[in-house]
């Protein structure tokens, strides 16, 4: 029986992904968006394990594309491309009523900040868990049961939601139910199959 609800936040709550960031950016200058794209998940990655900070992400991409630091926009363009759906939200504030709810996200520490402020205090939830700060990211088994763990919770009690197949791979794997969002309308009806009604 489902007890714990585990939402991803970009792709799900939020109305946005990196790949918008880097189709945004690659616009603006001119560039090829693969190469651009190929740099900046690297630089991802290592900001979402909390190896690196926004500050010398964007030093590197800086001089790998000529490309002065303050343009990147990598603040502003998140406050201006991103977008709470407030659809989810609503679909979470009722599920809340009667399921412990819980964020998980592969996140930058920069974007978790401007999320917190943005978004994250506006959707119904107990505890985020951040991979900046936990130093593991989805799909990786570990990162799940630390989730898990925390939250005094069976897999089997669990439903993860996450708009990447990887992840929601990784969830299963780790013994938790999962589903892959598309829309809140799909999620809404896919949680009925788990007899869960907001």
């Known amino acids: 029986m489902v007890k714990l609800l585990i939402f991803d936040v970009g792709g799900v709550i939020v109305d946005y992904t990196e790949e918008e960031y880097m189709r945004y950016i690659s616009r603006k200058f001119g560039l090829d968006v693969r190469k651009f794209s190929k740099a900046m998940n690297s630089l991802i990655t290592k900001m979402e394990y909390g190896n690196i900070k926004t500050e010398s992400a964007e030093s590197e991409l800086s001089k790998q594309f000529h490309i002065p630091e303050l343009d990147l926009e990598w603040i502003s363009a998140y406050k201006k491309l991103a977008r709470l759906d407030k659809k989810v939200a609503r679909l979470m504030a009722r599920l809340s009523k009667r399921y412990r709810i819980v964020l998980l996200s592969n996140i930058s520490a920069s974007r978790y900040v401007e999320s917190k402020k943005l978004f994250l205090n506006k959707v119904k939830h107990g505890r985020t868990f951040a991979s900046c700060y936990l130093r593991m990211r989805k799909p990786e088994r570990r990162i799940y049961l630390y989730v898990?763990?925390?939250?005094?919770?069976?897999?089997?009690?669990?439903?993860?939601?996450?708009?990447?197949?990887?992840?929601?791979?990784?969830?299963?794997?780790?013994?938790?139910?999962?589903?892959?969002?598309?829309?809140?309308?799909?999620?809404?009806?896919?949680?009925?199959?788990?007899?869960?009604?907001?």
């Open 148 to 198: 898990l763990k925390a939250m005094h919770t069976k897999p089997e009690d669990a439903l993860f939601i996450d708009n990447m197949q990887e992840n929601v791979d990784g969830a299963r794997k780790a013994g938790i139910k999962a589903i892959r969002f598309i829309s809140c309308a799909q999620l809404t009806k896919a949680l009925r199959k788990y007899r869960i009604t907001p």
